[in-house]
């Protein structure tokens, strides 16, 4: 069988989330879907002879909660992160903005790597706490959350694969803190699953991509935006919230998500506009409508050729039969 024909088998095995990875990492995804169940056999340790081989050269996605846990750790501020440690990418489907975490230009390794390992380990990223598993989601219209799937990355220097210790999924994801990363990047998640499936029918006045981008990088400026703006004017926050995202930055984070996530697609009861606020946007729009029409009859009287909006002629052929 050619190269080609047998990568597109394996694509076509694997869940519809993971299909569009480069072939580089299809090529070490296990074709067979996992579930929670699922079982497998890895340990890693300071004694494998691999060890520290997997942290340079690799694509990591930062995630909010990634952010906010390394923030805290590096006791530093967004700006200064960004600029020290992220560089910026774009999710392939969906054309959302992320951070990578970015490795050394010299060495192609990660920054926290040092010879003992990790020197973020309590802090380091979901990615890294999932491997060797990789994790998808994907929307179902019908379904009220979105359904997950993983899969094994088997990497040849890899060699906690031929380590004897046994887990299920679950418990590897117990094991590694990816369930409170998991928790706390729920509604992040749910943006770029959302917007993955609806693509360029999600229609908005509001800027999708700085504001993801803004909450996801740096909760200062977003902080900035909420209080400094007309937005505690325009949407109902209870106060418990307001306090909360005042000093806190996963709740913050969690709420602008929330709240994009109402503005963008539609859902009730996430972030609502007030009555108030959505009055007035009337009597704005009204008050637009009727200046424009008294000024488009001032223009008529005065004989302006392009007093109103050109009729397409054929088309107004069409519509009187
Ligand atoms: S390559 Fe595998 S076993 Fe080796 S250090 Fe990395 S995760 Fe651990
Ligand atoms: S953050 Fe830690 S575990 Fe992740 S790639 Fe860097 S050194 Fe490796």
Known sequence: MTDDRQ??????????????????????????????????????????????????????VLTPYDMIRLRQRLGITPEAFLYEFAEPSTLTKGQLPVALLAMDKQTGRCPFNTPEGCSVYEDRPVTCRYYPIGMALMHRQEASRNEEFFVLIKEDYCKGHEEPKEWSVAEWRADQGADLYDAENREWFDIIVKRRSAGDMVKSSLPLSEFFYMASTNPDEMRRFVFQSSFLKRYTVDEATVAAIREDDAALTRFAFRWMSSAMFGEE??????????????????????????ERVAR????????????????????QG
């Open 269 to 294: 009861g996430a972030v609502a506009v007030r009555p108030e606020a959505v009055q007035e946007a009337r009597e704005r729009r009204a008050a637009k409508a009727h200046a424009a029409a008294l």
């Open 7 to 60: 990568d597109k088998e394996k694509v076509l095995q694997l869940p519809e989330e993971m299909r569009d990875v480069p072939r580089e990492v299809r090529n070490v995804l296990q074709p067979s879907p996992l579930g929670p169940e699922s079982r497998l056999k890895f340990r890693c340790h300071k004694g494998v002879s691999c060890f520290n081989a997997c942290c340079s050269h690799i694509d990591i």
């Open 300 to 319: 008529a009287e005065r004989g302006e050729a392009d007093a109103y909006p050109p009729v397409d002629e054929e088309d107004e052929e069409e519509r």
